[in-house]
């Protein structure tokens, strides 16, 4: 499973982004999809997760501010973030995992096999 991650950018407090990951290869695997951020001398955190059935699970740090979606006809899983804040700023991640249940808790790393490369996302005050 190939997956590439589009759509950081540099917006000021208050904006917002929308996030792509698309994926490709042998995604009828995945049964997790999430959005991961890392942050400069800062492990990586879960911000939002969905599973096959849409369950969402969200970071207490995003919850009303991001949304996170897929569209399975396009193998591609988005994260809406709105009312961005200077500490939302950090290199975000789109993963996939093969696993999803009360085993694999949805916003920890190593509930996921497949990793994109990163997009940039800044936000200034």
């Known amino acids: 499973v190939r997956l590439v991650e589009t759509g950081g950018g540099s917006v000021q407090s208050g904006g917002s982004l929308r996030l792509s990951c698309v994926a490709s290869?042998?995604?009828?695997?995945?049964?997790?999809m999430g959005w991961f951020r890392q942050a400069p001398g800062k492990e990586r955190e879960g911000v939002a997760s969905?599973?096959?059935?849409?369950?969402?699970t969200y970071a207490d740090s995003v919850k009303g501010r991001f949304t996170i979606s897929q569209d399975n006809a396009k193998n591609t899983l988005y994260l809406q973030m709105n009312s961005l804040k200077p500490e939302d700023t950090a290199m975000y991640y789109c993963?996939?995992?093969?696993?999803?249940?009360?085993?694999?808790?949805?916003?920890?790393?190593?509930?996921?096999?497949?990793w994109g490369q990163g997009t940039q996302v800044t936000v200034s005050s």
């Open positions: 993963a996939s995992g093969l696993y999803a249940g009360v085993w694999y808790p949805a916003l920890q790393p190593v509930s996921y096999k497949y």
């Open positions: 290869g042998y995604t009828y695997s995945s049964k997790i």
């Open positions: 969905i599973n096959s059935g849409g369950s969402t």
